[in-house]
Nanobody, 115 residues
Framework: QVQLVESGGGLAQPGGSLRLSCAAS????????IAWFRQKPGQQREWVAT???????YYADSVKGRFTISGDNAKSTVYLQMNSLMPEDTAVYYC?????????WGPGTQVTVSA
C-alpha cells in the first residue's frame, strides 16, 4: 500500500491559479501512473488528470485546457497546475496511484474558488 501526500490547496478567485503538489517515493514515481482526483461537496470522488510512468498525460473533459499535470523527476513530485479556476472547481483534491484499489487515500488538499 502506498499513500501519497498532497499539498498546495487554498483559496483562489475565479480566473485565478493554484498549483498542487504530490510527493511520492522515487520508486513509486518512476513505476506507476499517478493521478489527481477531486471530491466536490456532496458528490463522489472523480478523476481529474493522470501522468503515466512514461509521462503521457490525460485529462477529464471538465479541466482540459485549464489544468496541466506534470512531474519533477528530481523531486519525485507530481504537480497539478490549475489555471482559469471556476467556482465549480471547488473540491478536496487527492493524488493517488491511478489504478490502485488498495491504497489508502490521504487527507487531500482543499481548493476553494470564490470571489
Amino acid at each position: 500500500q502506498v499513500q501519497l501526500v498532497e499539498s498546495g490547496g487554498g483559496l483562489a478567485q475565479p480566473g485565478g491559479s493554484l498549483r498542487l503538489s504530490c510527493a511520492a517515493s522515487e520508486s513509486i514515481y518512476r513505476a506507476y501512473d499517478i493521478a489527481w482526483f477531486r471530491q466536490k461537496p456532496g458528490q463522489q470522488r472523480e478523476w481529474v488528470a493522470t501522468k503515466t510512468s512514461e509521462h503521457f498525460k490525460y485529462y477529464a473533459d471538465s479541466v482540459k485546457g485549464r489544468f496541466t499535470i506534470s512531474g519533477d523527476n528530481a523531486k519525485s513530485t507530481v504537480y497539478l497546475q490549475m489555471n482559469s479556476l471556476m467556482p465549480e472547481d471547488t473540491a478536496v483534491y487527492y493524488c493517488h496511484r491511478r489504478w490502485s484499489t488498495g491504497d489508502p487515500w490521504g487527507p487531500g488538499t482543499q481548493v476553494t474558488v470564490s470571489a
